[in-house]
């Protein structure tokens, strides 16, 4: 099992996983049947974790959708499936073996094909714990998480190919390099830094990477006043959010619980189970805050606002949602409602679009979950989180931000103002996702 044990310590998941696939050696006669029943659990939690990950890119795509005018929908429908497929393919050609290969208590692994390898499996060796294709899979749809928060943030003024090489260049070099610190056994893990399922490593690397992008390419036209004033742009569809919203609160469940690495025992189990229910009860504390806050400030609820909320809660449990009780899972998430609330008009202030309110919600929420993990992980250190929290910002701004430039200098990275005005959809794909109410309608 040592293969495995060390993916788990890798993992931050040193406790009940560890000691339950330890306890699989304790008896030799049932020892081959046992570990043959938990390689097939393992694997399928992998797969099934998942699937309801990748369900997040419909999520994504709903909830942009809906936060967008009704110009931009369809092309935001066509970034959220082509990233997924870049994102795919970058991190099959060269970001998974840089994640995870070699890494070895440094900062990098190797630049090189992903290739799976169960010989020793279909030989009747299970040590490996899973199959190679199923962790290939359950790390993929991380990384293309990892872009869909770019987009949103960069919406309505960016143009499409010079956004998929920017996607290109964070699937396949940034988020592999700063998870290989942690995940991939890094730098990071050798400290002692704990993101169980990707607080820093996958929210806030995305809000990073978006927050780069708004500020180079500039706002929208119209957003922001000569006087300072803010200009609100409603979005085309609340419903499509809100259906978008749930969507990602289901994959959730698939993203911190198939980050326990294991279903091969009762222990595991028992993990997961307690990772979904505080998932689920820090999305709660996210909403309800957000509603409490704005009623409070506004004095009317903001739906975007508790949308966005939920999803706050969601990031800010996603670095430890495996040791909290069910009160603290509920205040983490509710601190992250607040901050969602506090972020959102803040960045208004600073002259930053973000569409969606991405930064907020991945970033801003990220790093408190991030630093909340010592709350309630004896194993996690302050200084150890803010370490990471930083190291990670730090590389990630600056690469990303080089990225842009060298898009915004050489092939330029925003629309011309002529087809913002017009629309993303009609200028760079030759329709609308609603012609029937558009400019393009006509009478038969």
Excluded at 17 to 27: D, N, R
Excluded at 150 to 158: K, L, N, W, Y
Excluded at 363 to 385: E, H, R, Y
């Amino acid at each position: 099992m040592s293969k495995f044990k060390n993916r788990l310590r890798r993992a931050g998941l040193s406790g009940l996983a560890l000691s339950a696939f330890a306890s699989l050696s304790i008896s030799p006669a049932m020892a081959g049947e046992v570990s043959e029943t938990a390689y097939i659990f393992n694997t399928l939690s992998f797969m099934i974790h998942g699937f309801l990950v990748m369900f997040m890119a419909a999520g994504f795509a709903m909830l942009e959708s809906g936060l967008v005018r009704s110009k931009n929908v369809a092309t935001i429908c066509l970034k959220n499936v082509s990233l997924y497929a870049v994102a795919g393919l970058m991190f099959y050609v060269v970001g998974y073996n840089a994640m995870y290969m070699g890494v070895d208590g440094g900062f990098m692994g190797t630049f090189m094909p992903w290739s799976g390898d169960n010989a020793d499996a279909l030989a009747g060796n299970f040590d490996g714990g899973y199959t190679a294709e199923s962790d290939w899979f359950f790390q993929m749809v991380f990384v293309a998480t990892t872009a869909s928060i770019v987009s949103g943030t960069v919406a309505e003024r960016i143009k499409l190919w010079p956004f998929l090489v920017f996607v290109a260049v964070l699937a396949a070099v940034i988020y592999p390099i700063t998870g290989s610190w942690q995940w991939g056994g890094g730098w990071l893990a050798e400290m002692g830094f704990s993101d169980f399922a990707g607080s820093t490593l996958v929210h806030s690397v995305g809000g990073w990477a978006a927050l780069s992008g708004a500020i180079i390419l500039g706002a929208r036209k119209g957003k922001f006043g000569a006087d300072g004033s803010v200009r609100p742009i409603p979005g085309s569809s609340l419903p499509l959010a809100t259906l978008g919203t749930f969507i990602l609160w289901l994959g959730w469940f698939g993203f911190n619980g198939g980050s326990q690495l294991a279903l091969g025992s009762a222990a595991d189990a028992i993990a997961i189970s307690t990772i979904y229910i505080n998932t689920n009860i820090a999305a709660v504390g996210g909403v309800l805050a957000a509603m409490v806050l704005t009623q409070l400030i506004y004095k009317k609820v903001d739906l975007t606002m508790v949308l966005n909320g939920a999803l706050a809660g969601l990031v800010s449990i996603t670095a430890a949602p495996d040791t909290p009780t069910l009160a603290s899972a509920f205040l983490i998430g509710a601190v992250g409602g607040v901050l969602v609330v506090i972020a959102v008009p803040l960045l208004d202030k600073l002259k930053i679009d973000d569409v969606v309110g991405a930064v907020s919600v991945h970033l801003v929420a990220g790093i408190w979950g991030t630093l909340a993990v010592p709350l309630t992980n004896d194993g996690a250190t302050f200084a150890g989180q803010l370490t990471g929290v930083a190291a990670v910002g730090g590389f990630v701004f600056i690469a990303s931000s080089i990225v842009w430039l060298v898009l915004k200098f050489t092939v330029g990275i925003r629309v011309s103002e002529e087809d913002e005005m017009l629309g993303s959809d009609q200028a760079e794909l030759g329709l609308e996702a609603y012609p029937e109410f558009g400019r393009g309608s006509q009478t038969i």
